[in-house]
């Protein structure tokens, strides 16, 4: 699917079924339409608006009659290149399938199409009691849809699960415009092969997903938060261990290293005492009866010699303690817009030797790298700060992604935790997945989308393609 396809005869297809302004194919379309939040941009031909599931079933229908690949788009804040046309041809942008179709409290559920806002879909549910969990840092802009094709998480995961753990079902068009219903309106069901989870996370590559049943979680009555302050990231780390390994689970504990936190000293105006090396984000929810227990519980297990725990009760000092690991993203954008991002994950009790291997690299290879995420997961999100600009510095910095792979691997952890694969990181599944696994999954892959139009050269390296490293 190299080159220019012929779309005339697609376009006069889609045109008999779509408004005027539900198609575009102008240069300035295409190029708004081209990237994500990574650095990756390649124009399609054309970009298509769809506002409901049969208008996209159309689109596919047509779609694979001519063989021309599509991708589909939401609000276009993910990392890894997944919503970027690497082959060309249609953009299927989901901006305007953004309604609540159902709310049912009692049932504690909700249907939505998948270009609803996350944001959107919390106000809409709020007032009645209720959250979805899934809370990505970019709450405000992420599409359900988005947050469905990469699994995504954010703080609350720890205690609330991904977007997977959220979902009762779907609806979705496969890969030869076949309409495809999946899970139920009920938290039990093992009715046929789960293919909730399957879609869920596989970045648009089986089927293009419309909309979603999503199961509601009743807000907690109370919130606390604890910031801790420890001289080191490894005794951080040793509190977020001994916090997973008591009864009381928190809702979040985020973590900020050291050169995180003197990135935010030099540029954010937080108070944070030099002598902290590693700050910890602890929040903790509950009923009246047994929110105290609860903090206590893992306000105990967070202490650790040296360290200094602050408590805020009330929303507006917690506000103040969140001002610190609100400000990292915005001072790592100031100083480093081109940095590479990664967010791989480890068990939590191994979270201290990553860190030390992560040190390590960064004097081994002259590359600075910043450090945070989500401990109780053990997601963290690994920054290298570099000028892409630079051929030496890309070269170290290419040397020391493989070496942060690797030791990730070793230590029995995964490549990804939410950002997901799309094309950027591709090329190195084969070194998480053998061979065996992967050919079954590009069998999954045909099944559902036999002419390969679908987000075609994401997600999976290509068949039986080997790995080229440094």
Known sequence: MSGKPDLNQLKTKLQASLKPDQIADDPASCHAYSMDNSRLHHPPHLVVFPENHEQTQTIIQAAFEHRIPVTTRGRGTGTAGGSVPVCGGIVLV??????LLEFRPEDRLARVQVGMLNSDLQKAISAAGFFWPPDPTSQALCTIGGNLGCNAAGPHAVKYGTTRENVLGLRAIDGQGQSIEVGAETTKAVVGQDFTRLLIGSEGTLAVIT????KLTPKPEQTRLIRGLYPDMHLAAAAVSAI?????????????DRNALNLIREHASVDIPNWAGAMLMIEVDGTGFDIDHNLKAVQNAAQKPGATLDIAHTQAEQKQLWAARKALSPTLRHIAPKKINEDVVVPVSRIPDLI????????????????????????IHVNLLVNPDDPAQMAQANTALD????????????????????????KFVSLELNPATLSLMHAVKRQFDPAGILNPQKKLPDPETPVSLV
């Open 211 to 214: 909309e979603a049943i999503l």
């Open 244 to 256: 997973m390994a008591q009864a009381v689970l928190p809702a979040a504990v985020e973590f900020i």
């Open 94 to 99: 989901t901006d305007r399938m953004n309604r």
């Open 403 to 426: 070496e942060i792979f690797r030791r990730v691997l070793a230590l029995g952890g995964t490549l990804s935790g939410e950002h997901g694969i799309g094309y950027v990181k591709r």
């Open 356 to 379: 030390a291997k992560l040190d390590q690299i960064a004097q081994q290879t002259g590359i600075a790298i910043v450090n945070f995420g989500h401990a109780g997961n053990g997601n």
